[in-house]
């Protein structure tokens, strides 16, 4: 297993934002982490990554416990993520944050080591025309793509993506499902939360459902997409919702 | 190395070295203290610039640094006797060491929070040394003028000052370009511009935070000690100018921030200025006034500074001006 969360729990003052949740995670397996808004999706890779600490719970990756490490000491342990919220270094140019990546990560490489992976890197995300641009001068497709790219320049073990497909158009959607396809094939492990339902369920081998915190339903995208408990997290009741559908007319 | 053949590193340390040896031409004694004062903030500033300017993190304390390490180093000069290089060294490995213990404590703080504290610091210092026994309270220290023989007399020992300041402000410069150039720069930048997600791309914050912080701590001890062994006293509230650390802010953001030549031209650009208020009879009394209204209309209008302008106008010149 590359990564397992045990019965994590995390709360905010009097809000439960996480509770019991467990997962494990096979090596090059692809898992989409779905839920509506406020489920705690983002909460849970915050845990993961060590931006916070989760209140109760552990966490292994790679074998060794990570629970409640800083950020940094789990990024050079192979961990890397993108931002729901693009965090561009806006005043370094797109290389330079891919740089970083480069950097710091599970590698450490020097300045010129680098900055040939940023070039590769960049090539790969299709934003090598862009490399001397000011990062905080590209839109938000490009910035998306940006964080992806920072985030396999540091060559990763585990990708975290979260919502990379979030504000894109169709057109970028497809390129971006490609893309995480081709990061797939280079044996990294995925996890991605997604509100993209068709590229979620295409891409992901497994689905984890989250709902106020709360695991909900675990499997294939199949079962997933049949699960009363889900359909109810999403729409509402169903049977609810029959009824008053057959009121109506 | 290919680092050693930018352009813009030359620029600045050429420039430097072209102002700093006109003095060993002319001979004449005006001129060389002209350009004392110009060297002093010009390292001061850029030193400054490795820490404000490459992390962000503005330190309104900065002149603590100058005052430890000239106490110290004047200390043993005056007690010990001991040679000039060797007390340059104590000042600075003493403000460095300080600083890696005080950045430890502090340097969790973020923006604003680390801002207020320095200023604490600062006044800590000076009471703290104001009530010094050993360092003379706050009567300070004065040295013996005997000390100056051994140095060939009082002028061949202002020469020898002056000449090991320039030696000092062109490794200054040198290192603040190495540090900008190397990969420990590139994480410093990453975190000014954006500290949690630097962390999170691998970039070990509190350790490059507290190790910018002791390299920019190191030379303000270092030029210190040159400046009260020429001086030949030291007192409390000559060390520890508050309202040089202010200025030296100034002298930063004036020539732009998380630039090589920008703390260079900001220091010798803002030192002619106030010579020259100085000299004003209007201005002579609030020129510190006038510092104020000038990082005031700096921040508004210039944040980035004439090199960061400049860099913004003309991209052509971004190789040179670094």
């Known amino acids: ?249 | 190395m290919r680092v050693l053949r930018n352009p813009g590193m030359w620029l600045a340390l050429l420039l430097t070295a072209a102002v700093g040896v006109w003095p060993f031409f002319t001979k004449s004694a005006t001129t060389r203290e002209v350009i004392f004062t110009i060297l002093l903030f010009v390292s001061l500033a850029t030193s400054l610039n490795i820490f404000l300017g490459y992390t962000g993190y503005v330190s309104f304390g900065h002149i603590v640094w100058y005052g430890l390490g000239g106490y110290v180093g004047f200390y043993f000069m005056d007690v010990y006797q001991t040679p000039l290089y060797l007390c340059v060294l104590a000042g600075g490995l003493t403000s460095g060491i300080i600083a890696f213990l005080l950045g430890k404590a502090i340097l969790r703080l973020r923006g604003a929070y680390f801002a207020l504290a320095t200023i604490g610091v600062n006044e800590a210092a000076r009471a703290f040394i104001n009530n010094f026994e050993p360092f003379g309270g706050p009567i300070g220290m004065t040295l013996n003028f005997s000390i100056y023989k051994s140095y060939g007399g009082a002028t061949q020992a202002l020469w020898i000052t002056y000449g090991s300041l320039l030696g000092l402000t062109l490794l200054v410069i040198l290192v603040s370009f190495l540090v900008k150039s190397s990969k420990f720069g590139l994480g410093l930048t990453a975190i000014r511009e954006n500290e949690d997600a630097a962390e999170v791309m691998g970039v070990v914050a509190p350790d490059a935070k507290t190790w910018a912080y002791v390299l920019s701590a190191i030379f303000p001890g270092m030029v210190a000690v040159l400046f009260f062994f020429k001086n030949g006293t030291i007192l409390p509230h000559d060390a520890f100018r508050l309202h040089l650390s202010i200025e030296m802010i100034v002298m930063v953001m004036l020539g732009g921030y998380g630039t090589l030549l920008g703390p260079i031209i900001g220091a010798a650009g803002y030192q002619r200025l106030r010579g020259l208020l100085l000299v004003t009879p209007f201005f002579k009394n609030i020129q510190l006034a006038v510092a104020g209204v000038f990082l005031l209309v700096i921040i508004l209008f210039v944040p980035a500074g004439v090199i960061g302008w400049l860099r913004d106008r003309f991209p052509q010149l971004r190789r040179v001006l670094i």
Request: aromatic share 4%; glycine share 8%; net charge negative.
């Open chain 1, 1 to 249: 297993m590359i990564l397992q969360v045990e019965r994590v729990s995390k709360q905010f003052g009097g809000l439960q934002a996480l509770s019991n949740v467990s997962l494990e995670l096979p090596e090059g397996e692809i898992l989409g982490l779905i839920g509506p808004n406020g489920a705690g999706k983002t909460t849970l890779f915050n845990v993961i990554n060590g931006i916070y600490p989760p209140s109760e719970g552990k966490i292994t990756f790679m074998g060794k416990n990570i629970t409640a490490s800083k950020p940094y000491r789990v990024a050079k342990m192979g961990l890397a993520r993108t931002h729901q919220i693009v965090q561009p270094l806006n005043e370094l140019t797109v290389r330079e944050n891919v740089m970083v990546g480069a950097c710091f990560g599970q590698e450490d490489h020097g300045l010129a080591e680098a900055s040939v992976i940023a070039k590769e890197t960049l090539e790969f995300v299709e934003l090598e025309d862009k490399a001397e641009f000011l990062a905080g001068s590209l839109n938000v497709a490009q910035k998306k793509r940006l964080e992806l790219a920072r985030a396999l320049a540091s060559q990763p073990t585990l990708l975290l993506l979260d919502e990379v497909l979030a504000g894109l158009n169709p057109s970028e959607i497809a390129l971006m499902v490609k893309t995480v396809g081709s990061i797939r094939e280079q044996g990294v492990t995925i996890i991605m939360i997604e509100h993209v339902m068709h590229a979620v369920m295409n891409v992901s081998d497994r689905i984890l459902v989250l709902d106020y915190g709360v695991q909900i339903a675990e499997g294939t995208p199949e079962d997933v997409s049949q699960n009363k408990a889900v359909i109810e997290a999403y729409l509402g009741d169903p049977e609810l919702a029959e009824k008053l559908a057959q009121n109506r007319s």
